[in-house]
């Protein structure tokens, strides 16, 4: 493993403050959309009426809640976040974008190539083994995984261009 | 045919070397499935259903109780060992059981998951034969007002399971109920905040964003420190067992766990997930080391699985007493049975008591061949703890994804689970404890369901909430709830311990 550097990160209060805003733009947006549909009466409530009495208000008063807490200090910004350093981050974005070319990747490349891509990447991660042990480990659980659903337990695994 | 008679007789036909093969048979391969991340007991049920086709029907019927409870041991097992639920009702177990596993506790959490399955399962399988069809006439004299005024309360009540910001509860309980708005509005089939979307037409499904604010997040976690899952370089016999003081902590909150989960388990709707986590507010509201709660308590292992298991029996109670299931898992095993030619309800108990009695024998049996099962296994499951830290990262990753996927095949609920899961660590470093959220997708549809059949029914009449006694006397919980912490944080006191959530 590499050494770790400081740590980056936006701090508590800032995040905080954004969860907040971020909270009430979309409590606003959602009480919006949610008035465009029928309210109905009372005797027959409609589908605007749980989003409009109870989920709506709940997020707006919450996030307004947040904020002001915040802005005033009380207890909401105390304490750092702890993120993790430059080489974490590095870590974490490799991780996510392995597992987001799995989810949009896998209609067209099929299970093997998609979740051989993301064991790749998870043990170059974790930093596991040379590389030629982590390709072929990466084909043997990707079609392990794939004996285990698609044909043990009959949960069809999509097949890639080449019928793999 | 009396109750005692009819046990008796139950456990004749249970206890053939042919159903006790089937039993352990179900047991294990409901274990193995439910393990799986997202395979939880309705799928696994559903996996394993044409398993059971070619059995006779009393064999059948022990096999898929067998499955079931099978798959829930197996959802906690991944939760205490690598954090990953099995299903929703998993997740309060989750957070004592995964920390004790990284002090080295997996075996102990495990075994105890085990034993108070076994315990809750036993009782409420007594319960049920005692008192299913008084209870089954109780539960039918509910209507939508009692269950708007329990699901609100245990709404309320249970997304404050551990102090902090209230604030930051009130934002992530909303977000929990925004997301069960989206998709198409089970009463008037209005399409509500899908943007045209198809997709979203369908709605926010519970699994992938329990996998991603669970699953993707802890992998997430472990990546950003190059580290962090529990791992154990050898494994003594000694360390899989509880201590003695283990288990004198975990008997009562096995029994209190039990008690509420048969009685939540008469009620329609999510009761596992709901007597999960109001198990796990009691004990913290009771226990003597309340600090504990969130670092590796064990009554918070003990009580949910209990009242998870116990819920399962109280669930049973309608199914059988009146042929009514009150949720998914209860409705399989209705559809099984029917495939199997029994078809539960008033009259199976005169017309079929060898059938009705070998079903609530097959429960218990199922229920024995869970523990006889994993207990001598626990140290099988800890021994994962000793893979290579990436290989186990590699296994976790892989196997939420494809437990994702296999859902409803479909490539949506894995950009879900994705999103989830970056959320659900941005989330968790802020502090903000996620099982409310979850909470509120469970029980949010549920809520606005018997809220609007409450209007219905009385014909806008509002007051309906407050003139039915036991809608009433919830409300009037409710408010006390909500009341008595204010006035004891003026007082400087605070009702609930400190400790945060995962």
Same mark, same amino acid.
């Given at each position: 493993?590499?050494?770790?550097?400081?740590?980056?990160?936006?701090?508590?209060?800032?995040?905080?403050?954004?969860?907040?805003?971020?909270?009430?733009?979309?409590?606003?947006?959602?009480?919006?959309?949610?008035?465009?549909?029928?309210?109905?009466?009372?005797?027959?409530?409609?589908?605007?009426?749980?989003?409009?009495?109870?989920?709506?208000?709940?997020?707006?008063?919450?996030?307004?809640?947040?904020?002001?807490?915040?802005?005033?200090?009380?207890?909401?910004?105390?304490?750092?976040?702890?993120?993790?350093?430059?080489?974490?981050?590095?870590?974490?974005?490799?991780?996510?974008?392995?597992?987001?070319?799995?989810?949009?990747?896998?209609?067209?490349?099929?299970?093997?190539?998609?979740?051989?891509?993301?064991?790749?990447?998870?043990?170059?991660?974790?930093?596991?083994?040379?590389?030629?042990?982590?390709?072929?480990?990466?084909?043997?659980?990707?079609?392990?995984?794939?004996?285990?659903?698609?044909?043990?337990?009959?949960?069809?695994?999509?097949?890639?261009?080449?019928?793999? | 045919?009396?109750?005692?008679?009819?046990?008796?007789?139950?456990?004749?036909?249970?206890?053939?070397?042919?159903?006790?093969?089937?039993?352990?048979?179900?047991?294990?391969?409901?274990?193995?499935?439910?393990?799986?991340?997202?395979?939880?007991?309705?799928?696994?049920?559903?996996?394993?259903?044409?398993?059971?086709?070619?059995?006779?029907?009393?064999?059948?019927?022990?096999?898929?109780?067998?499955?079931?409870?099978?798959?829930?041991?197996?959802?906690?097992?991944?939760?205490?060992?690598?954090?990953?639920?099995?299903?929703?009702?998993?997740?309060?177990?989750?957070?004592?059981?995964?920390?004790?596993?990284?002090?080295?506790?997996?075996?102990?959490?495990?075994?105890?998951?085990?034993?108070?399955?076994?315990?809750?399962?036993?009782?409420?399988?007594?319960?049920?034969?005692?008192?299913?069809?008084?209870?089954?006439?109780?539960?039918?004299?509910?209507?939508?007002?009692?269950?708007?005024?329990?699901?609100?309360?245990?709404?309320?009540?249970?997304?404050?399971?551990?102090?902090?910001?209230?604030?930051?509860?009130?934002?992530?309980?909303?977000?929990?109920?925004?997301?069960?708005?989206?998709?198409?509005?089970?009463?008037?089939?209005?399409?509500?905040?899908?943007?045209?979307?198809?997709?979203?037409?369908?709605?926010?499904?519970?699994?992938?964003?329990?996998?991603?604010?669970?699953?993707?997040?802890?992998?997430?976690?472990?990546?950003?420190?190059?580290?962090?899952?529990?791992?154990?370089?050898?494994?003594?016999?000694?360390?899989?067992?509880?201590?003695?003081?283990?288990?004198?902590?975990?008997?009562?909150?096995?029994?209190?766990?039990?008690?509420?989960?048969?009685?939540?388990?008469?009620?329609?709707?999510?009761?596992?997930?709901?007597?999960?986590?109001?198990?796990?507010?009691?004990?913290?509201?009771?226990?003597?080391?309340?600090?504990?709660?969130?670092?590796?308590?064990?009554?918070?292992?003990?009580?949910?699985?209990?009242?998870?298991?116990?819920?399962?029996?109280?669930?049973?109670?309608?199914?059988?007493?009146?042929?009514?299931?009150?949720?998914?898992?209860?409705?399989?095993?209705?559809?099984?049975?029917?495939?199997?030619?029994?078809?539960?309800?008033?009259?199976?108990?005169?017309?079929?008591?060898?059938?009705?009695?070998?079903?609530?024998?097959?429960?218990?049996?199922?229920? /024995? @061949?869970? #523990? %006889? +099962?994993? *207990?001598?296994?626990?140290?099988?499951?800890?021994?994962?703890? =000793?893979?290579?830290?990436? &290989?186990?990262?590699?296994?976790?990753?892989?196997?939420?994804?494809?437990?994702?996927?296999?859902?409803?095949?479909?490539?949506?609920?894995?950009?879900?689970?994705?999103?989830?899961?970056?959320?659900?660590?941005?989330?968790?470093?802020?502090?903000?404890? /996620? @099982?409310? #959220? %979850? +909470?509120? *997708?469970?029980?949010?549809?549920?809520?606005?369901?018997?809220? =609007?059949?409450?209007?219905? &029914?009385?014909?806008?009449?509002?007051?309906?909430?407050?003139?039915?006694?036991?809608?009433?006397?919830?409300?009037?919980?409710?408010?006390?709830?909500?009341?008595?912490?204010?006035?004891?944080?003026?007082?400087?006191?605070?009702?609930?311990?400190?400790?945060?959530?995962?």
């Amino acid at each position: 493993m590499t050494a770790d550097e400081g740590r980056r990160g936006p701090s508590r209060h800032a995040m905080n403050l954004t969860v907040a805003v971020l909270g009430t733009v979309g409590a606003l947006g959602y009480l919006w959309a949610a008035s465009t549909y029928d309210f109905g009466t009372l005797a027959q409530p409609g589908p605007s009426v749980f989003p409009l009495i109870a989920v709506g208000p709940l997020l707006l008063v919450g996030s307004v809640g947040l904020g002001v807490a915040t802005w005033r200090g009380r207890g909401e910004a105390s304490g750092e976040v702890g993120w993790p350093s430059v080489a974490g981050w590095s870590r974490m974005a490799a991780i996510t974008a392995a597992v987001t070319v799995y989810a949009w990747g896998l209609p067209f490349l099929g299970h093997i190539t998609a979740a051989s891509i993301v064991v790749l990447t998870v043990l170059k991660v974790m930093d596991l083994w040379s590389w030629g042990i982590r390709i072929i480990a990466a084909f043997a659980i990707a079609f392990l995984s794939y004996w285990l659903f698609a044909d043990l337990l009959g949960s069809p695994l999509p097949r890639g261009p080449f019928g793999v | 045919m009396g109750s005692l008679e009819g046990v008796w007789f139950g456990l004749q036909v249970a206890f053939t070397a042919t159903n006790l093969l089937a039993a352990l048979g179900g047991a294990l391969l409901g274990t193995m499935v439910g393990v799986l991340p997202g395979l939880g007991p309705v799928g696994a049920m559903a996996l394993l259903l044409p398993v059971t086709l070619t059995l006779g029907p009393d064999t059948a019927v022990i096999m898929l109780a067998g499955i079931y409870y099978g798959s829930q041991y197996g959802g906690s097992t991944t939760s205490i060992l690598v954090h990953i639920p099995g299903e929703a009702a998993s997740i309060v177990t989750m957070r004592d059981g995964y920390a004790m596993a990284k002090k080295g506790q997996a075996g102990p959490a495990l075994a105890i998951a085990a034993v108070g399955s076994f315990v809750a399962g036993t009782v409420g399988i007594v319960g049920l034969v005692a008192a299913a069809p008084t209870l089954a006439d109780f539960a039918l004299r509910l209507g939508p007002p009692e269950y708007f005024a329990i699901a609100l309360v245990g709404l309320i009540a249970l997304s404050r399971l551990s102090a902090g910001s209230v604030w930051k509860g009130l934002v992530i309980l909303a977000g929990g109920l925004l997301l069960a708005t989206v998709g198409t509005d089970s009463v008037s089939g209005t399409s509500r905040f899908t943007a045209g979307s198809i997709k979203l037409a369908g709605g926010i499904q519970l699994v992938p964003v329990v996998i991603g604010l669970f699953g993707l997040t802890e992998v997430l976690l472990v990546a950003e420190s190059s580290g962090g899952l529990p791992h154990l370089s050898s494994v003594a016999l000694r360390d899989l067992l509880p201590s003695r003081e283990q288990w004198s902590r975990s008997w009562a909150p096995i029994l209190r766990g039990t008690g509420l989960g048969f009685l939540i388990g008469l009620i329609p709707g999510p009761a596992n997930v709901i007597s999960s986590f109001a198990s796990y507010n009691v004990e913290q509201r009771v226990s003597k080391h309340p600090e504990e709660f969130g670092h590796g308590a064990i009554e918070g292992v003990a009580g949910p699985e209990a009242a998870n298991n116990a819920a399962t029996s109280g669930q049973m109670v309608p199914l059988l007493a009146l042929g009514i299931p009150f949720s998914a898992a209860s409705a399989l095993l209705l559809a099984a049975l029917v495939v199997q030619g029994v078809q539960p309800g008033p009259l199976l108990v005169d017309q079929n008591p060898e059938v009705f009695w070998g079903v609530i024998a097959s429960m218990f049996v199922g229920n /024995l @061949a869970l #523990l %006889v +099962l994993n *207990l001598p296994l626990v140290g099988v499951w800890v021994s994962m703890l =000793r893979l290579p830290e990436g &290989l186990l990262m590699v296994l976790i990753t892989v196997f939420v994804l494809v437990g994702t996927f296999t859902i409803r095949n479909s490539v949506f609920d894995l950009s879900v689970m994705v999103v989830a899961g970056v959320v659900g660590y941005v989330l968790r470093k802020l502090d903000f404890d /996620l @099982a409310p #959220l %979850v +909470l509120a *997708l469970v029980i949010g549809p549920f809520l606005e369901r018997t809220f =609007r059949q409450s209007l219905f &029914l009385s014909r806008g009449d509002l007051t309906v909430f407050v003139t039915r006694p036991v809608s009433a006397a919830l409300l009037g919980i409710l408010v006390l709830i909500l009341v008595v912490p204010m006035f004891l944080a003026r007082r400087g006191e605070s009702p609930v311990p400190e400790p945060k959530g995962p």
